[in-house]
């Protein structure tokens, strides 16, 4: 199908990115998996590319293409067309740089800005804990203010780029009394007394992207590293995760495709009982149904994307795009793993992979559960 969301700018991007993959990425993959994190190497590189802070204003070192997130939605396409899934430019791309270009100081952008562009500062953001996930007014990690400090306490858990990463914006809680509305970010440099990373999780996909736990025990910050008011934190979350769901759904639909792509090349090519296994009457329907799915899927984020450009992309639309594109993502998966027979559960064959990595997806980010609930409440349910 004809694509109407990138122009010709996007594609010259894309090629960059591509080849940037291609060269610096793809061929240290596998290496990476086994280790279970990317060489931090790969992220100086990315910056001296132009792939970290495209939205970040050019006078903090970034690409100065703020209000066109087709930029960033190009960099994760290629990234799941590569296959390289241990890359966590989105989340720093995607996730944390609105919170720093948007509500952060002039001090705090020129502190650090530039090295969020140029891959020396590697972020992440810290929400969920042991004891709370979905319910994030529940973070029970706390913030005190003590004269010009906030002393931090309490454990995050699951946090990707967490021990790769230099800065993380952490939920805390600077108003125990009051829920969501006691809660602030406050942005943590990892080389601060108190803050200290657990064990590197053991996943079932995305082997080579680090995700940690991290702990504060008595840790001092400046008060002038709180991200956005006091006690605000919770709105502030709220304002940004509706980006953060398109960029999951722009992995999603990349993947869908990708897997779709790759099964129809092997059912075409692959015979039993004498002719391809793509020309049985289960394989060409189950085929010809997850294509139209996937189309229309593409055709919904395409316009999730544009209405977000616009300023108008609302909270409702945001989970829709989320929930539906990933559970389209894991049910395409699954089948495409089916239609490789043995094959699909070998991890030689990219669609094994596929499946693993993408299980998460309905996962982060908020689950499907949760955004049928805020949809739901967007019904007046
Ligand atoms: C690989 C990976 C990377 C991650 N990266 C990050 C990160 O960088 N930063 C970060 O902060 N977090 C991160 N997370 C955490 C992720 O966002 C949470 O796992 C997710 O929000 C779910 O929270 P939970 O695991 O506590 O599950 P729970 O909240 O305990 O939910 C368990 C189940 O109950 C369901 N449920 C919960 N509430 C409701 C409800 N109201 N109605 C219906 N069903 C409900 C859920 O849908 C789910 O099926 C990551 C997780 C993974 C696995």
């Known amino acids: 199908m004809r694509q109407h969301l990138y122009e010709p700018v996007h594609e010259e991007f894309r090629a960059l990115c591509a080849t940037f993959l291609e060269r610096e990425a793809v061929p240290y993959h596998k290496q990476w998996e086994r280790d279970g994190i990317v060489d931090r190497e790969v992220w100086r590189k990315a910056g001296k590319t132009g792939l970290l802070g495209m939205d970040v204003p050019e006078e903090y070192g970034g690409g100065g293409q703020a209000g066109d997130f087709r930029f960033q939605c190009v960099l994760v396409e290629e990234v799941v067309r590569a296959g ?45 804990e042991p004891g709370a996930g979905s319910d994030l007014a529940g973070v029970r990690t ?8 906030y002393v931090l306490n309490g454990q995050k858990t699951f946090i990707t780029n967490g021990e790769m990463a230099d800065l993380v914006i952490v939920v805390v809680k600077t108003d125990p009394s009051r829920g969501a509305h006691g809660v602030s970010l406050v942005a943590v440099e990892t080389g601060t007394p108190g803050f200290s990373r657990g064990r590197r999780l053991e996943k079932v996909g995305l082997k080579a992207n680090d995700t940690a736990e991290l702990f504060f025990d008595d840790c001092r910050v400046p008060a002038a590293n709180l991200i956005g008011a006091e006690n605000q934190g919770f709105y502030h979350l709220m304002a940004n995760l509706p980006r953060e769901r398109l960029s999951i759904a722009a992995g999603a639909v990349a993947a869908a495709e990708r897997l779709l792509a790759l099964t129809l090349d092997y059912a075409r090519g692959r015979e039993a009982f004498g002719r391809p296994i793509g020309s049985f009457q289960h394989n060409r329907f189950l085929l010809a149904e997850l294509s139209t799915e996937v189309t229309i899927a593409r055709t919904f984020f395409n316009h999730c994307v544009s209405e977000f450009n616009a300023g108008r992309l609302s909270v409702s639309d945001a989970a829709m795009v989320k929930w539906w594109t990933t559970e389209l993502q894991n049910k ?13 559960f070998m991890l030689e064959y990219p669609v094994a992979k596929a499946w693993l990595d993408g299980r998460v997806t309905t996962i982060y980010g908020g689950t499907t559960e949760v955004m049928k609930e805020i949809i739901g409440r967007g019904l007046g349910l």
């Open 332 to 344: 395409v998966a699954d089948r495409c793993v089916q239609v490789h027979g043995g094959y699909g």
């Open 142 to 149: 706390s913030a005190v203010r003590d004269g010009d400090d």
């Open 84 to 128: 390289c899934s241990g890359l966590g430019f989105g989340l720093h791309n995607d996730v944390v740089a609105p919170y720093l270009t948007d509500l952060g100081t002039e001090e705090q952008k020129r502190r650090w800005l530039p090295g969020f562009c140029d891959g020396d500062i590697v972020t992440a953001i810290a929400m969920s």
